[in-house]
């Protein structure tokens, strides 16, 4: 059981350049969402899914697009980066039946945009 | 809006030296507490549900317990494997549909314990 990954670890983006931030999870989950993590700032929600085409915004959406295609991945895609996209992003899964907020974290995705 | 709001921003303790870490909160329902541990460079690691006022969940040298406004992770003996981050999150029961899922997380605690 791998848990929730992520993909890549890391990576340096240039302004106005677009890219796409994978993950994937292997235990049946039906939600999975998006987070970012900034210095002061805590985790704020991004995107999130209940299922296969199932998505809706969470606190910060704008610049980020989403889509789930499937149960287990849930791709975050940057459209144009700009530099207050630099941050750490985390993917989560959780099911309802353990109450929907017992969420199994990846282990991050750092982003520079420069 | 919920509003979590955790306390003190960092806190450094000698091994063996035993503290809580606070975690207010503002929803126009609970539906659950969370208390998550975050190391450096990894993802939140769950801990602890709680969803009623009195309730506690201990594992190892900790105990989460709740109350209507906050809760308190106590941190008994504290080693220095326990240094981390700690986040505390609430679970709205206002929210329905997907919105049941979301959480609301606080700004973290970060725990040194000094051997």
């Known amino acids: 059981n791998a848990g929730v990954t992520q993909t890549p670890k890391f990576q340096v983006l240039k302004t106005g350049q677009s890219m796409t931030l994978q993950c994937a999870q292997d235990?049946?989950?039906?939600?999975m969402s998006w987070y970012r993590q900034d210095p002061g700032m805590g985790l704020r929600l991004i995107h999130y899914?209940?299922?296969?085409?199932i998505t809706d915004q969470g606190e910060v959406p704008n610049g980020y697009n989403v889509s789930r295609s499937t149960t287990e991945d849930f791709p975050l895609r940057l459209l144009s980066a700009a530099p207050s996209q630099t941050s750490v992003y985390f993917c989560?899964?959780?099911?309802w039946g353990t109450g929907g907020g017992t969420q199994y974290f990846g282990p991050g995705t750092r982003l520079l945009v420069l | 809006e919920d509003q979590v709001t955790q306390s003190p921003e960092a806190l450094r303790l000698q091994e063996g030296e035993s503290s809580s870490l606070n975690c207010s909160y503002t929803?126009?329902?609970?539906?659950?507490l969370f208390w998550y541990r975050q190391d450096p460079g990894k993802g939140p690691e769950f801990l602890f549900t709680l969803y009623s006022a009195g309730e506690e969940k201990e594992k190892e040298r900790l105990k989460a317990t709740l109350t209507k406004k906050e809760s308190f992770l106590h941190i008994t003996a504290p080693k220095p494997e326990d240094s981390a981050t700690y986040l505390c999150a609430v679970q709205d029961n206002r929210n329905s549909g997907a919105g049941s899922y979301q959480l609301t997380f606080g700004k973290g605690t970060k725990l040194s314990v000094i051997p």
């Open positions: 929803v126009s329902g609970l539906r659950g």
């Open positions: 989560a899964s959780s099911d």
């Open positions: 235990m049946n989950h039906e939600y």
């Open positions: 899914s209940v299922g296969a085409g």
